[in-house]
């Protein structure tokens, strides 16, 4: 089975850092996900990491570690269209495809 | 370039009522899915079908029917609509069954949707 944990919710102040962390627990790996998704939107792609290490992508990056089951999305010079839901989700093998499944998502709430 | 697009975007069904909400992408993407969004529970899969005359369920697939009778199209059918079934519904689609690396999701805009 798949679990996969993320905070509820976060706070974060204008032009902070903030860090989202997200663990799980797979019947295999290959690859995780980071999904934005503002309220009433459908979710966006953020990054992917199938490798551990630290993927950047301007004021977003992303961490994985396979071996801890761990993985988190870093956002710097936090913005107020920051605010929204950030969805963690992992890929594993299933019934020779791949499936993808979703935490429950980090709702972030960026203030002045 | 409409991407997936989704119809309809609101809808409100009494219990017991069937229908079916439409999906459909103009990318050529072998993979399509359905998933339902409710709070605290996150994005679930409900069925998906890696190319035309193929598909298989998901999480949580009772009381939701698919086809996919052609690569373009992927609707879901709600074949005696209940209260827990209120949700917003998502389809998804990608190139391939997510075999290949950095294969990502895209979603359409969503299906809101209400059984009363």
């Known amino acids: 089975g798949q679990n996969i944990d993320q905070p509820t919710e976060m706070t974060a102040t204008e032009g902070a850092i903030v860090q989202i962390n997200c663990t799980y627990q797979?019947?295999?790996?290959?690859?995780l996900f980071w999904y934005q998704q503002h309220a009433g939107e459908a979710p966006t792609f953020l990054s992917y990491?199938?490798?551990?290490g630290l993927e950047e992508k301007g004021r977003f990056s992303s961490f994985l570690s396979r071996s801890k089951g761990y993985s988190y999305l870093l956002l710097k010079e936090l913005q107020m269209k920051d605010s929204a839901s950030y969805l963690c989700?992992?890929?594993?093998?299933?019934?020779?495809?791949?499936?993808?499944?979703f935490g429950i998502g980090t709702k972030l709430q960026v203030i002045p | 370039n409409a991407g997936v697009t989704q119809t309809p975007k609101f809808q409100v069904l009494k219990t017991g009522q069937s229908m079916t909400l439409q999906c459909a992408q103009d990318?050529?993407?072998?993979?399509m899915s359905w998933y339902r969004q409710d709070p605290g529970m996150g994005l679930r899969l409900i069925h998906y079908?890696?190319?035309?005359?193929?598909?298989d369920q998901g999480e949580v697939p009772n009381g939701y029917n698919v086809s996919r009778s052609t690569t373009e199209d992927f609707p879901l059918r709600l074949l005696s609509a209940a209260p827990s079934q209120t949700s917003v519904y998502f389809c998804?689609?990608?190139?391939?069954?997510?075999?290949?690396?950095?294969?990502?999701?895209?979603f359409g805009s969503g299906t809101q949707l209400s059984v009363l």
């Open positions: 998804a689609s990608s190139k391939t069954p997510l075999g290949q690396t950095n294969e990502k999701l895209f």
């Open positions: 989700a992992v890929r594993a093998p299933a019934g020779g495809y791949q499936k993808v499944t």
């Open positions: 079908s890696v190319g035309a005359g193929i598909t």
């Open positions: 990318m050529n993407h072998e993979y």
């Open positions: 990491n199938v490798l551990d």
């Open positions: 797979t019947s295999g790996f290959n690859g």
